[in-house]
């Protein structure tokens, strides 16, 4: 391991390159596969960095992009269950390898705009992610080179960080939504945002079919509290007649409103995350995506609401609410929000630290 001031320089060059790779996203300075190749050298190896060309090598104008984006989605939710390919599954697979098969992992997935609140989260959340693997998925250049720059930081923690680079799967995420690192989505509801979102469930079924994988979104703040952290309490609580757990949608919860914001897999729910990943062409118009097909297949297959277990509300609440094992920034303004109440602390160069 590398130590004292080679480290630090290690990170601040990495921290250097995330930053540049979110800058170029934005005005198309530079090219993404030179931009990861410095990565690498500044901070060791990227694990899974893809060779070949990005898929939006050249730069378009965001209005472009998001007319471009809502013309692809039709297409991609159609086409949702391969649109992943071998390829890019191999990489999921990769990162997954060699990790305890029970032995639940956090997994990631980010675009350039969320950056700081992912930064933010994974300061304030050592203590719960200590022992534990965290996969992160890339789906654009700059979330793949910060993902590099947190491994020295992973490892002082106790945390094994593996970062899988899938930026050429979904096209434009570059260049649409706000400009810059510190928003609070690509933009909710867009053509953009529900191509990522529903690329969750089938990232989900790739990991889960190798490691048990809790997937959670960036926007919640993990706490520990009497049994540890949330992977903890869900290994402990965890029914032997349950497929998936998922985060509950409401304080008093109904059996068929879900909250994918934090959705638990093994290899056990492949039938049932087929399923939902089935339900995205119909779920087109709907803002929320994937957790709106989610819940259209449970009051379509009532049957399969008994292999789904509901994560109390007290455990991990919605709405900025505060959870024994975490807080889901949901229906608030995020980034304002967290400022406020003092959970915005990200260490990433160019987030403002409120």
């Known amino acids: ?32 596969l030179a931009l990861l190749q410095t990565g690498a ?3 060791g190896v990227l694990m899974q960095v893809r060779e070949g060309p990005t898929a939006t ?25 391969s649109s992943l390919g071998e390829e890019r599954a191999a ?8 990790l305890p098969r ?24 050592v203590d719960s992610l200590a ?38 799967w979904i096209p434009y995420v570059d260049e649409s939504g706000p400009k810059g690192i510190e928003d609070n989505n690509v933009g909710f509801g867009t053509c953009e945002y529900l191509m990522i979102v529903w690329a969750k469930p089938v990232v989900l079924l790739q990991l889960s079919a190798v490691v048990d994988t809790l997937l959670v979104d960036s926007d919640i703040l993990l706490r520990q509290s009497r049994e540890g952290s949330l992977i903890d309490w869900a290994e ?35 039938d049932l995350i087929e399923a939902w990943i089935a339900q995205a062409p119909d779920s087109r118009a709907n803002d929320t995506g994937d957790q709106d097909g989610l819940l259209r297949l449970l009051v379509q297959e009532p049957q ?15 709405y900025a609410i505060p959870g024994q094992y975490g807080s889901h920034y949901t229906k608030v303004d995020k980034v304002a929000t967290m400022k406020e109440r003092g959970d915005w602390k990200p260490s990433l160069r160019g987030c403002d630290d409120g």
Not at 304 to 318: G, H, R, S, Y
């Open 131 to 168: 022992g534990r693997a965290v996969i992160h998925i890339a789906l654009d250049n700059a979330s793949h080179a910060y993902c590099g720059s947190r491994l020295d930081w992973a490892a002082a923690g106790n945390i094994t960080l593996r970062c899988v680079d899938l930026s050429d």
């Open 236 to 270: 402990h609580h965890r029914k032997s007649s349950t497929v998936l757990m998922t985060e509950s949608e409401y304080p008093n919860w109904i059996e068929t409103s879900p909250n994918t914001g934090a959705v638990l897999a093994t290899d056990e729910s492949s």
């Open 1 to 32: 391991p590398v130590r004292g001031e080679e480290a630090r320089a290690r990170r601040v060059a990495a921290e250097a390159c995330a930053a540049d790779a979110a800058q170029t996203s934005v005005d198309g300075r530079g090219g993404g």
């Open 91 to 98: 990489r999921l697979h990769n990162a997954a390898h060699g």
């Open 57 to 81: 090598t050249t730069p378009v104008p965001a209005e472009q992009a998001d007319a471009e984006a809502c013309a692809a989605l039709p297409h991609f939710l159609a086409n949702l269950g």
């Open 304 to 318: 399969m609401v008994d292999e789904v277990q509901f994560i109390p509300f007290n455990v991990l609440a919605a």
């Open 102 to 125: 029970h032995h639940t992992v956090y997994a990631y997935m980010s675009t350039r705009h969320i950056l700081c609140m992912l930064d933010s989260t994974w300061m304030q959340a």
């Open 41 to 43: 050298a500044a901070h």
